[in-house]
Nanobody
Framework: QVQLVESGGGLVQAGGSLRLSCAASGRTFSAYAMGWFRQAPGKEREFVAA????????YYADSVKDRFTISRDNAKNTVYLQMNKLRPEDTAVYSC?????????????????????WGQGTQVTVSS
């Protein structure tokens, strides 16, 4: 059973930074891609960023490109999301997810992943 636990959310002023962490249980963390998603009040959940099993391929939504950085530490079973230059529109609950499509899988497009495991989420609020 895979469990994902996010941390690092909080309240920050526009232009500030936060780093989110997602700790995963299980021995197969290093074999699968991980992703970050967010959901703002009254909106659908949207993709933010993903990273393949090796950390060598990164995927970003256009809205966060050049501001957010996803990374992973396979020795610690943890994936991170460094968020810089935060904007009020980044306010949302951020959740991490683990792919279940295949081990050691690196597609050209993040939409090829199949996100089967989800964390509970952590709130990020950006004030103007």
């Amino acid at each position: 059973q895979v469990q994902l636990v996010e941390s690092g959310g909080g309240l920050v002023q526009a232009g500030g930074s936060l780093r989110l962490s997602c700790a995963a249980s299980g021995r197969t963390f290093s074999a699968y891609a991980m992703g970050w998603f967010r959901q703002a009040p009254g909106k659908e959940r949207e993709f933010v960023a993903a990273i393949d099993w090796s950390g060598g391929r990164l995927y970003y939504a256009d809205s966060v490109k050049d501001r957010f950085t996803i990374s992973r530490d396979n020795a610690k079973n943890t994936v991170y999301l460094q968020m810089n230059k935060l904007r009020p529109e980044d306010t949302a609950v951020y959740s991490c997810a683990r792919d279940s499509r295949a081990q050691y899988y690196t597609p050209r497009d993040y939409q090829a992943f199949s996100w089967a495991y989800w964390g509970q989420g952590t709130q990020v609020t950006v004030s103007s």
